[in-house]
């Protein structure tokens, strides 16, 4: 959980962003309240688990996040990508309790 914390503490905004640029601005307030929801929790609960693989699954399939130019559209691919990966990383530090799930059902439930 702590680790959890640190990476949405560490990466918020750009997390915000990235989300509002590929699922537009209920995926946004959905991230938003995902976060402010595991900034207030003791423990990660199988629905915040859930919901940070719909938060994978959104990064990791993603269109490209918009840049001005080639290099900053690499980039922003790069941090994109980067960040799905983290996650990844810290649902499987979590362990199995992981289900998959629909994206738009977090949409809907998360607006």
Known sequence: MIAVKEFLE??????LGAVGAIGGPRARLGCLKLIT????????????????????????????????????MDRSRE??????????????EIG????????SEWLARRS
Do not use: F, T
């Open 37 to 72: 929801d595991i900034a207030n929790a003791g423990n990660l609960s199988r629905p915040m688990q859930a919901d940070l693989e719909r938060l994978h699954n959104l990064l990791a399939k993603g269109p490209d996040v918009g840049a001005a130019h080639e290099n900053e």
């Open 96 to 103: 199995p309790a992981r289900r998959k799930g629909d994206l």
């Open 10 to 15: 560490a990466n918020g905004e750009a997390l």
């Open 79 to 92: 941090v994109v990508g980067l960040m799905a990966d983290r996650i990844a990383e810290l649902l499987e």
